[in-house]
């Protein structure tokens, strides 16, 4: 799912501290590149054909067309996000080193564990530059040297060995569920992918962190979302059914407890934030 940031529109840009709360996020990606650097505790984030787990001082960047989730976080999660426009990072990224961070969705991993000293450089710049937000241009002309000195320090880290693939069986489970509306059961889902349905059940929960269900109705609401749009050519029952909710009732207990609010008001207030 293609997801629009509020980032306030005199800014180039945003940074922020994270703290779990609790809610989940949907799979999703959006057109800025985004950096992450965790300050306390671990999570994973899962990717479309891999996984990284990441801990206290772990780096790691999300380019646009990456999907990613972020799963099984630890109590008192933090993180620090940073996120800049296309058009301020293509004015600002001029060197041969600098010149990934273009990129749209590079192969591999992306995330490695910073020293402890660089990690804490790191996060004073951003406190300092997070307290100037109310002052524009100062505040914009920041996020430049705070994306250079992130990188720099990604590129100081040795590469991060947990970054893992999925096991094949997961992995072309899960492409199934994301990809087809049909309505694949776990019996059915086994028997294509070549194992028992408690293996795979179990196999897939452990990697990706949630169960195939809940997986299934996640890739449902992206489906959906796609499909309804502005809502101009479909109603909100027709999305649903297409995207293979069996039935309105069912669409809308799943978006709750996904969104935390039912469809009409996750929507009215999608509209309102742009």
């Known amino acids: 799912m293609k997801e629009k940031l509020s980032i306030p529109p005199a800014l180039q840009g945003h940074l922020w501290n994270y703290v779990w709360s609790g809610q989940t996020h949907p799979m999703h ?17 899962l990717f479309r054909d891999r996984r990284s787990d990441v801990r206290r001082h772990s780096l790691v960047w999300l380019f646009p067309g990456q999907e990613h989730i972020l799963l099984k976080r630890s109590p008192g999660f933090e993180m620090w996000i940073f ?46 530059v997070r307290e100037a937000r109310h002052e ?6 920041a996020l430049p040297h705070v ?3 992130a990188w720099a320090a990604y590129r100081a880290a040795p590469e991060d060995a947990a ?46 962190g949630q169960s195939l269900t809940d997986f299934r109705n996640r890739r449902r609401l992206e489906r959906f979302d796609a499909l309804y749009g502005d809502g101009a050519s479909r109603s909100l ?4 059914l297409a995207a293979g909710f069996g039935s309105y009732p069912q669409f809308h207990r799943v978006f709750k407890q996904t969104y935390g609010r039912g469809p009409r008001a996750w929507l009215r207030e999608r509209r309102g934030a742009g």
């Open 136 to 141: 524009v241009d100062r505040y914009n002309a």
């Open 163 to 208: 970054a893992d693939g999925l096991h094949p069986a997961v992995e072309q489970a899960a492409f199934l569920l994301r990809e087809e509306a049909a309505e694949w059961d776990v019996v059915q889902l086994a028997r294509r992918v070549g194992l028992s349905p408690n293996r795979l059940s179990r196999l897939f929960k452990r990697q990706l």
């Open 237 to 240: 029952i027709e999305a649903a």
């Open 83 to 128: 996120v800049i426009r296309p058009n301020w990072l293509k004015l600002h990224v001029r060197t041969r080193e600098t010149k990934p961070l273009l990129a749209f969705d590079p192969p591999g991993s992306h995330c490695r564990p910073l020293a402890p000293a660089a990690a804490q450089n790191l996060v004073a710049l951003m406190q300092r």
């Open 29 to 45: 990606r959006h057109d800025e590149l985004e950096f992450n650097l965790v300050t306390r505790g671990s999570a994973q984030y």
């Open 147 to 149: 994306l250079h000195e």
